[in-house]
């Protein structure tokens, strides 16, 4: 072998272990760092879902807002809208990449801007998370913050008129709350259930209200 090709092999070889390097790197980056996935949005079906060029819909992670009929449901829609219409977005991913209806989901992001966490800030929807593991995301805290400074301000659903109820449960395990009425609180097994006398300290802790009792 001459001395050129020698030279050659050994750059080769040094590129080769870089490349490796660089691979595991990429490949340890966290879940929580944005893909490079970018969109066009091309519809917005309410305040937590977008139609994406292609068809394909997106879900806002961890967050829930009114259904058409209740009350903020256009406000919501609207300001999604207003970030998200014909702009290019970008999703981050958690776990699950979609859900059982095929919808991605994930957190959604317009020239840096946080849609999920900009929906709480305004008051037009609630924390909601489904598993153990969401609640102990970053990204979970920063949206709690956001729906807590909206609770603060009584702004958007927590303007609304409300009948309090002496105490609230939550069973173990999920992060639903509910009214002492609700059907889903019939029977529950003790010890395995917290109460709580204040709706907005249980949602502080990341709770969200269950869709039946509306708590
Ligand atoms: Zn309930």
């Known amino acids: 072998m001459g001395r050129k090709k020698k030279k050659i092999s050994l750059i080769t070889l040094i590129l080769f272990i870089i490349a490796l390097i660089v691979f595991r790197f990429v490949e340890d980056i966290d879940n929580d760092i ?12 309410d305040g937590d879902t977008i139609e994406l060029k292609g068809g394909d819909r997106v879900r806002l992670l961890s967050i829930d807002t009114p259904e058409k009929g209740e009350l903020f449901y256009q406000e919501a829609k609207d ?7 014909q702009k290019q977005v970008e999703l981050s991913y958690a776990e699950k ?18 849609l999920n966490k900009i929906i709480l800030e305004n008051g037009l929807g609630y924390l909601y998370l489904f598993k153990d593991t969401e609640s102990k995301r970053k990204k979970t805290q920063e949206l709690l913050i956001a729906q807590q400074s909206a609770i603060d301000a009584s ?16 069973k173990t395990g999920s992060f639903r709350l509910h009214r002492p009425g609700c059907n889903s609180v ?16 249980a949602l502080k802790t990341g709770l969200s209200p269950c869709r039946n009792c509306k708590p």
């Open 34 to 45: 944005p893909l490079r996935d970018r969109f066009k949005v091309t519809k917005v079906i």
């Open 97 to 114: 990449r979609r859900d059982r209806y095929g919808r991605l989901l994930a957190y959604v992001y317009v020239d840096s801007v946080f």
């Open 155 to 170: 702004i958007g659903i927590w303007s609304l008129p409300y009948s309090a109820e002496a105490y609230y449960i939550n």
């Open 186 to 201: 019939k029977k529950l097994i003790p010890g395995k259930y917290r109460k709580f006398e204040s709706r907005i300290d």
């Open 79 to 85: 300001l999604l809208k207003k970030y998200t219409l």
